[in-house]
T-cell receptor
Framework: AQSVTQLGSHVSVSEGALVLLRCNYS??????LFWYVQYPNQGLQLLLK??????LVKGINGFEAEFKKSETSFHLTKPSAHMSDAAEYFC???????????FGTGTRLTIIP | NAGVTQTPKFQVLKTGQSMTLQCAQD?????MYWYRQDPGMGLRLIYY???????DKGEVPNGYNVSRLNKREFSLRLESAAPSQTSVYFC??????????????FGPGTRLTVL
């Protein structure tokens, strides 16, 4: 069975600073990896996904993530934080032949003015 | 397109009461899902349906039943609500492309409190 671990349930960064949200996965077969964002009182929306093509994946709102097989990681980054980035972020994994997603426990991102 | 819609948005139940959460999608997706979201636990899959007429258990199915009424609609029923079922419930749908890599689209959620 596959799983993801998100290190840090809360992350605070200053406006304009680098955003780094960590995700490590566990899977016995090649994984597909996703980052979703949830704004307050809303559902989740897809930021980006890795589907075994390019290892550096660019998403919406300036976010990107890099798949590193040797480190079993898929960390989410953004060079310069904006106040509108304040939200909860979820990493998720699926594998070929099983479309069900397994989610991490989430990281709440706070932006300090 | 409305995407994924859920009703109701909020609900308060007493222990032992029953209710059905409704979900509909207008994207012609094959697969639909029900999740619950609890603080510090992320989203956990309750049930899912890979196609009309099929349903399967997820990680936390106890206390719930589902019905895939047609391709558009997927309902979640609590037969006898318990305080442990206090949560935010999300419906999602996917499935026009390559299955495992399909994006799941989420509804706005139903906030349920069981007293």
């Amino acid at each position: 069975a596959q799983s993801v671990t998100q290190l840090g349930s809360h992350v605070s960064v200053s406006e304009g600073a680098l955003v780094l949200l960590r995700c490590n996965y566990s899977s016995s077969v090649p994984p597909y990896l996703f980052w979703y964002v949830q704004y307050p009182n809303q559902g989740l929306q897809l930021l980006l996904k890795y589907t075994s093509a390019a290892t550096l994946v660019k998403g919406i709102n300036g976010f990107e993530a890099e798949f590193k097989k040797s480190e079993t990681s898929f960390h989410l980054t953004k060079p310069s934080a904006h106040m509108s980035d304040a939200a909860e972020y979820f990493c998720a994994v699926s594998v070929f032949g099983n479309e069900k997603l397994t989610f991490g426990t989430g990281t709440r991102l706070t932006i300090i003015p | 397109n409305a995407g994924v819609t859920q009703t109701p948005k909020f609900q308060v139940l007493k222990t032992g009461q029953s209710m059905t959460l409704q979900c509909a999608q207008d994207m012609n997706h094959n697969s639909m899902y029900w999740y619950r979201q609890d603080p510090g636990m992320g989203l956990r899959l309750i049930y899912y349906s890979a196609s009309e007429g099929t349903t399967d258990k997820g990680e936390v199915p106890n206390g719930y039943n589902v019905s895939r009424l047609n391709k558009r609609e997927f309902s979640l029923r609590l037969e006898s609500a318990a305080p442990s079922q206090t949560s935010v419930y999300f419906c999602a749908s996917s499935g026009l492309g390559s299955g495992s890599t399909d994006t799941q689209y989420f509804g706005p959620g139903t906030r349920l409190t069981v007293l």
